[in-house]
């Protein structure tokens, strides 16, 4: 495989810790402010006592996250597994492409926050409606991004395989499928961000554990610090997963060139 | 002036059977009419040159030998067959080199035996021979994108030639080189030519190159193409750049050619 290496030169390298200062300063500004103005503590609560929280409730917000990020990666692994065939079967079929696709775009513009409600009404309280709520929210970036990748091959490099007398099946895995790939890795990138907040919602309508759940409890029970600290668990793990499919995604090297 | 028969009639050819027949050959893109009964015959082993002003049609003309695209009258037949799709019989290099971004010079160049298993599949030997070749060697794990545009061009050049096709359907391969690797893949092809006898139809702008590698030039004029003229060249082989066009007979056919395209 080729890697396509960033410069970590002295440029990143300054540019990480301007950023790491500026955000010293501003969560330095907060403390001082909350301190100063005499605010509520179950209002905001200084950056301190939120990182106490995170020590303190560290066991908990682990459980409550790993939940969360199961529910998160079936809901996208579903997605993409879902989503590539439909794709496929929407490029490949005209019949598809006219009533498959303008109803998927329909469906798409339906607020999917509102459907939380009925999607805990049929999967109930467990794993599953999470698991359907991210799904909904990654499955249409993966599915668009999918089929915009497969429509982007190169007509020359179609009428090359012509050419060569390829068959259907070796100009889709060898030609469409891999020049596919830049376009799907972005359509992923768009859509874990996305099955993480599906599942947070998911949690908010109706659950028994889940770091949406968490915070639900936290803000009920006026814990103010225990909310921002699941708040920062749940961006930690939408950073994370995020940066998982950016690796991942570095094996399809030649979107660039 | 010596005189020569440079004005012999389109397509009155006593060949033994032609490798490739066109008759009659039109084709519109749309309203837009891009071939006006085109007539040729290139007999078997024979090496052909196709000079014409841009836009005239001579890579539609190889695509419609290469069944590449529908034609709407006429008929072209490639090795006795109706051209109706695509041969295994044809080798053809398009104008732009189409590399697989994704794939190193290796696979690239084994691209056409890998998509059809059934056929012969070069070895190690015949590989490493066409990269050397091509003037590639050190180079078999580059990626494209690490190559030039003149060594892409190479590439595709190799991708056609390795499966060492009857038929070879060249298109402009070697514009975007610069003269030196220009000449070397000249005398390169002449020798492939030569040592395999195939039939080669290579389209280019280069007047001087069609002179040094043809049997004969066949000129096409503004669009709609025709073959309006149908050149023998009867300079003596092997050819080499450099001595062939000493041969004061090189300085004829140019000087026919250039009148002919409106550049002398
Ligand atoms: N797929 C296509 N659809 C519509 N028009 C086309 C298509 N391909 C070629 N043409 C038109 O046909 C004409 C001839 O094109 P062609 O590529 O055969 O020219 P050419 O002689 O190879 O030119 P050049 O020397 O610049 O490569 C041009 O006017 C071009 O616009
Ligand atoms: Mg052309």
């Known amino acids: ?151 982007s091959t190169p007509a020359n490099m179609e009428e090359h395989f012509r050419a060569l007398r390829a068959s259907a099946l070796q100009t889709f895995w060898r030609l469409r499928v891999p020049a596919a790939m830049p376009s799907f890795v972005d359509g992923c990138k768009v859509a874990m961000p996305l099955a993480v907040i599906g599942a947070i919602v998911g949690e908010f309508v109706g659950s028994n554990d889940g770091l949406g759940n968490l915070i639900l409890l936290a803000t009920g029970s006026s814990n103010t610090p225990l909310t921002f600290a699941a708040l920062l668990t749940v961006t930690i793990l939408s950073l994370g997963l995020f940066y998982i499919v950016e690796i991942l995604g570095r094996f399809v090297w030649w979107r660039s060139t | 002036m010596v005189a020569l028969d440079m004005s012999r009639p389109v397509a009155v050819q006593a060949e033994s059977r032609p490798a490739i027949r066109i008759e009659g050959a039109c084709k519109w893109f749309g309203d837009l009419k891009v071939l006006d009964t085109v007539d040729a015959e290139i007999a078997d082993c024979e090496f052909v040159s196709i000079l014409g002003p841009s836009g005239c049609g001579k890579s539609t003309l190889l695509r419609l030998m290469a069944g590449l695209v529908p034609y709407e009258e006429g008929n072209i037949t490639l090795l006795d067959t109706p051209v109706e799709s695509p041969s295994g019989d044809v080798g053809f290099v398009f104008q732009t080199s189409n590399l697989l971004p994704w794939a190193n010079v290796r696979k690239n160049l084994l691209l056409a035996a890998e998509l059809d298993r059934k056929a012969s599949q070069p070895d190690e030997a015949a590989i490493v021979a066409m990269v050397e070749t091509l003037g590639l060697t050190g180079f078999e794990d580059s990626y494209p994108h690490e190559l030039s545009g003149g060594m892409r061009h190479r590439v595709a050049i190799g991708q056609a030639l390795i499966r060492s096709p009857r038929v070879l359907l060249m298109d402009e391969p070697f514009g975007a080189l610069d003269a030196l690797t220009r000449d070397h893949l000249n005398v390169e092809l002449l020798k492939i030519w030569q040592k395999e006898k195939k039939t080669v139809v290579l389209v280019t702008h280069s007047i001087a190159e069609s002179i040094l590698l043809s049997d004969r030039v066949l000129v096409m004029s503004e669009r709609p193409g025709r073959v309006i003229r149908d050149i023998r060249i009867d300079l003596p082989r092997p050819r080499h750049p450099s001595e062939t066009r000493k041969d004061p007979l090189f300085g004829e056919y140019a000087a026919e050619l250039g009148r002919l395209m409106g550049v002398a």
């Open chain 1, 1 to 151: 495989m080729k890697k396509v290496r960033k410069s970590n030169g002295p440029g990143a390298v300054r540019g990480f810790m301007e950023g790491a200062l500026f955000l010293a300063v501003l969560i330095g500004i907060w403390e001082i402010s909350i301190d100063l103005f005499e605010v509520k503590a179950y209002l905001l609560p200084p950056p301190s006592a939120i990182a106490a929280e995170l020590w303190v409730s560290r066991g908990e917000l682990f459980e409550h996250g790993i939940i969360t990020m199961g529910e998160v990666l079936w809901g996208f692994l579903l997605a993409v597994g879902l989503g590539i065939p439909v794709a496929a079967v929407i490029f490949f079929s005209s019949l598809a492409k006219r009533t498959l696709y303008p109803l998927m775009v329909a469906l798409q513009s339906i607020p999917k926050i509102g459907l939380a409600p009925i999607i805990v009404v049929w999967f109930g309280y467990g794993l599953s409606s999470k698991v359907v709520m991210a799904f909904l929210f990654a499955f249409f970036p993966v599915v668009i991004s999918t089929l915009g990748g497969l429509a």
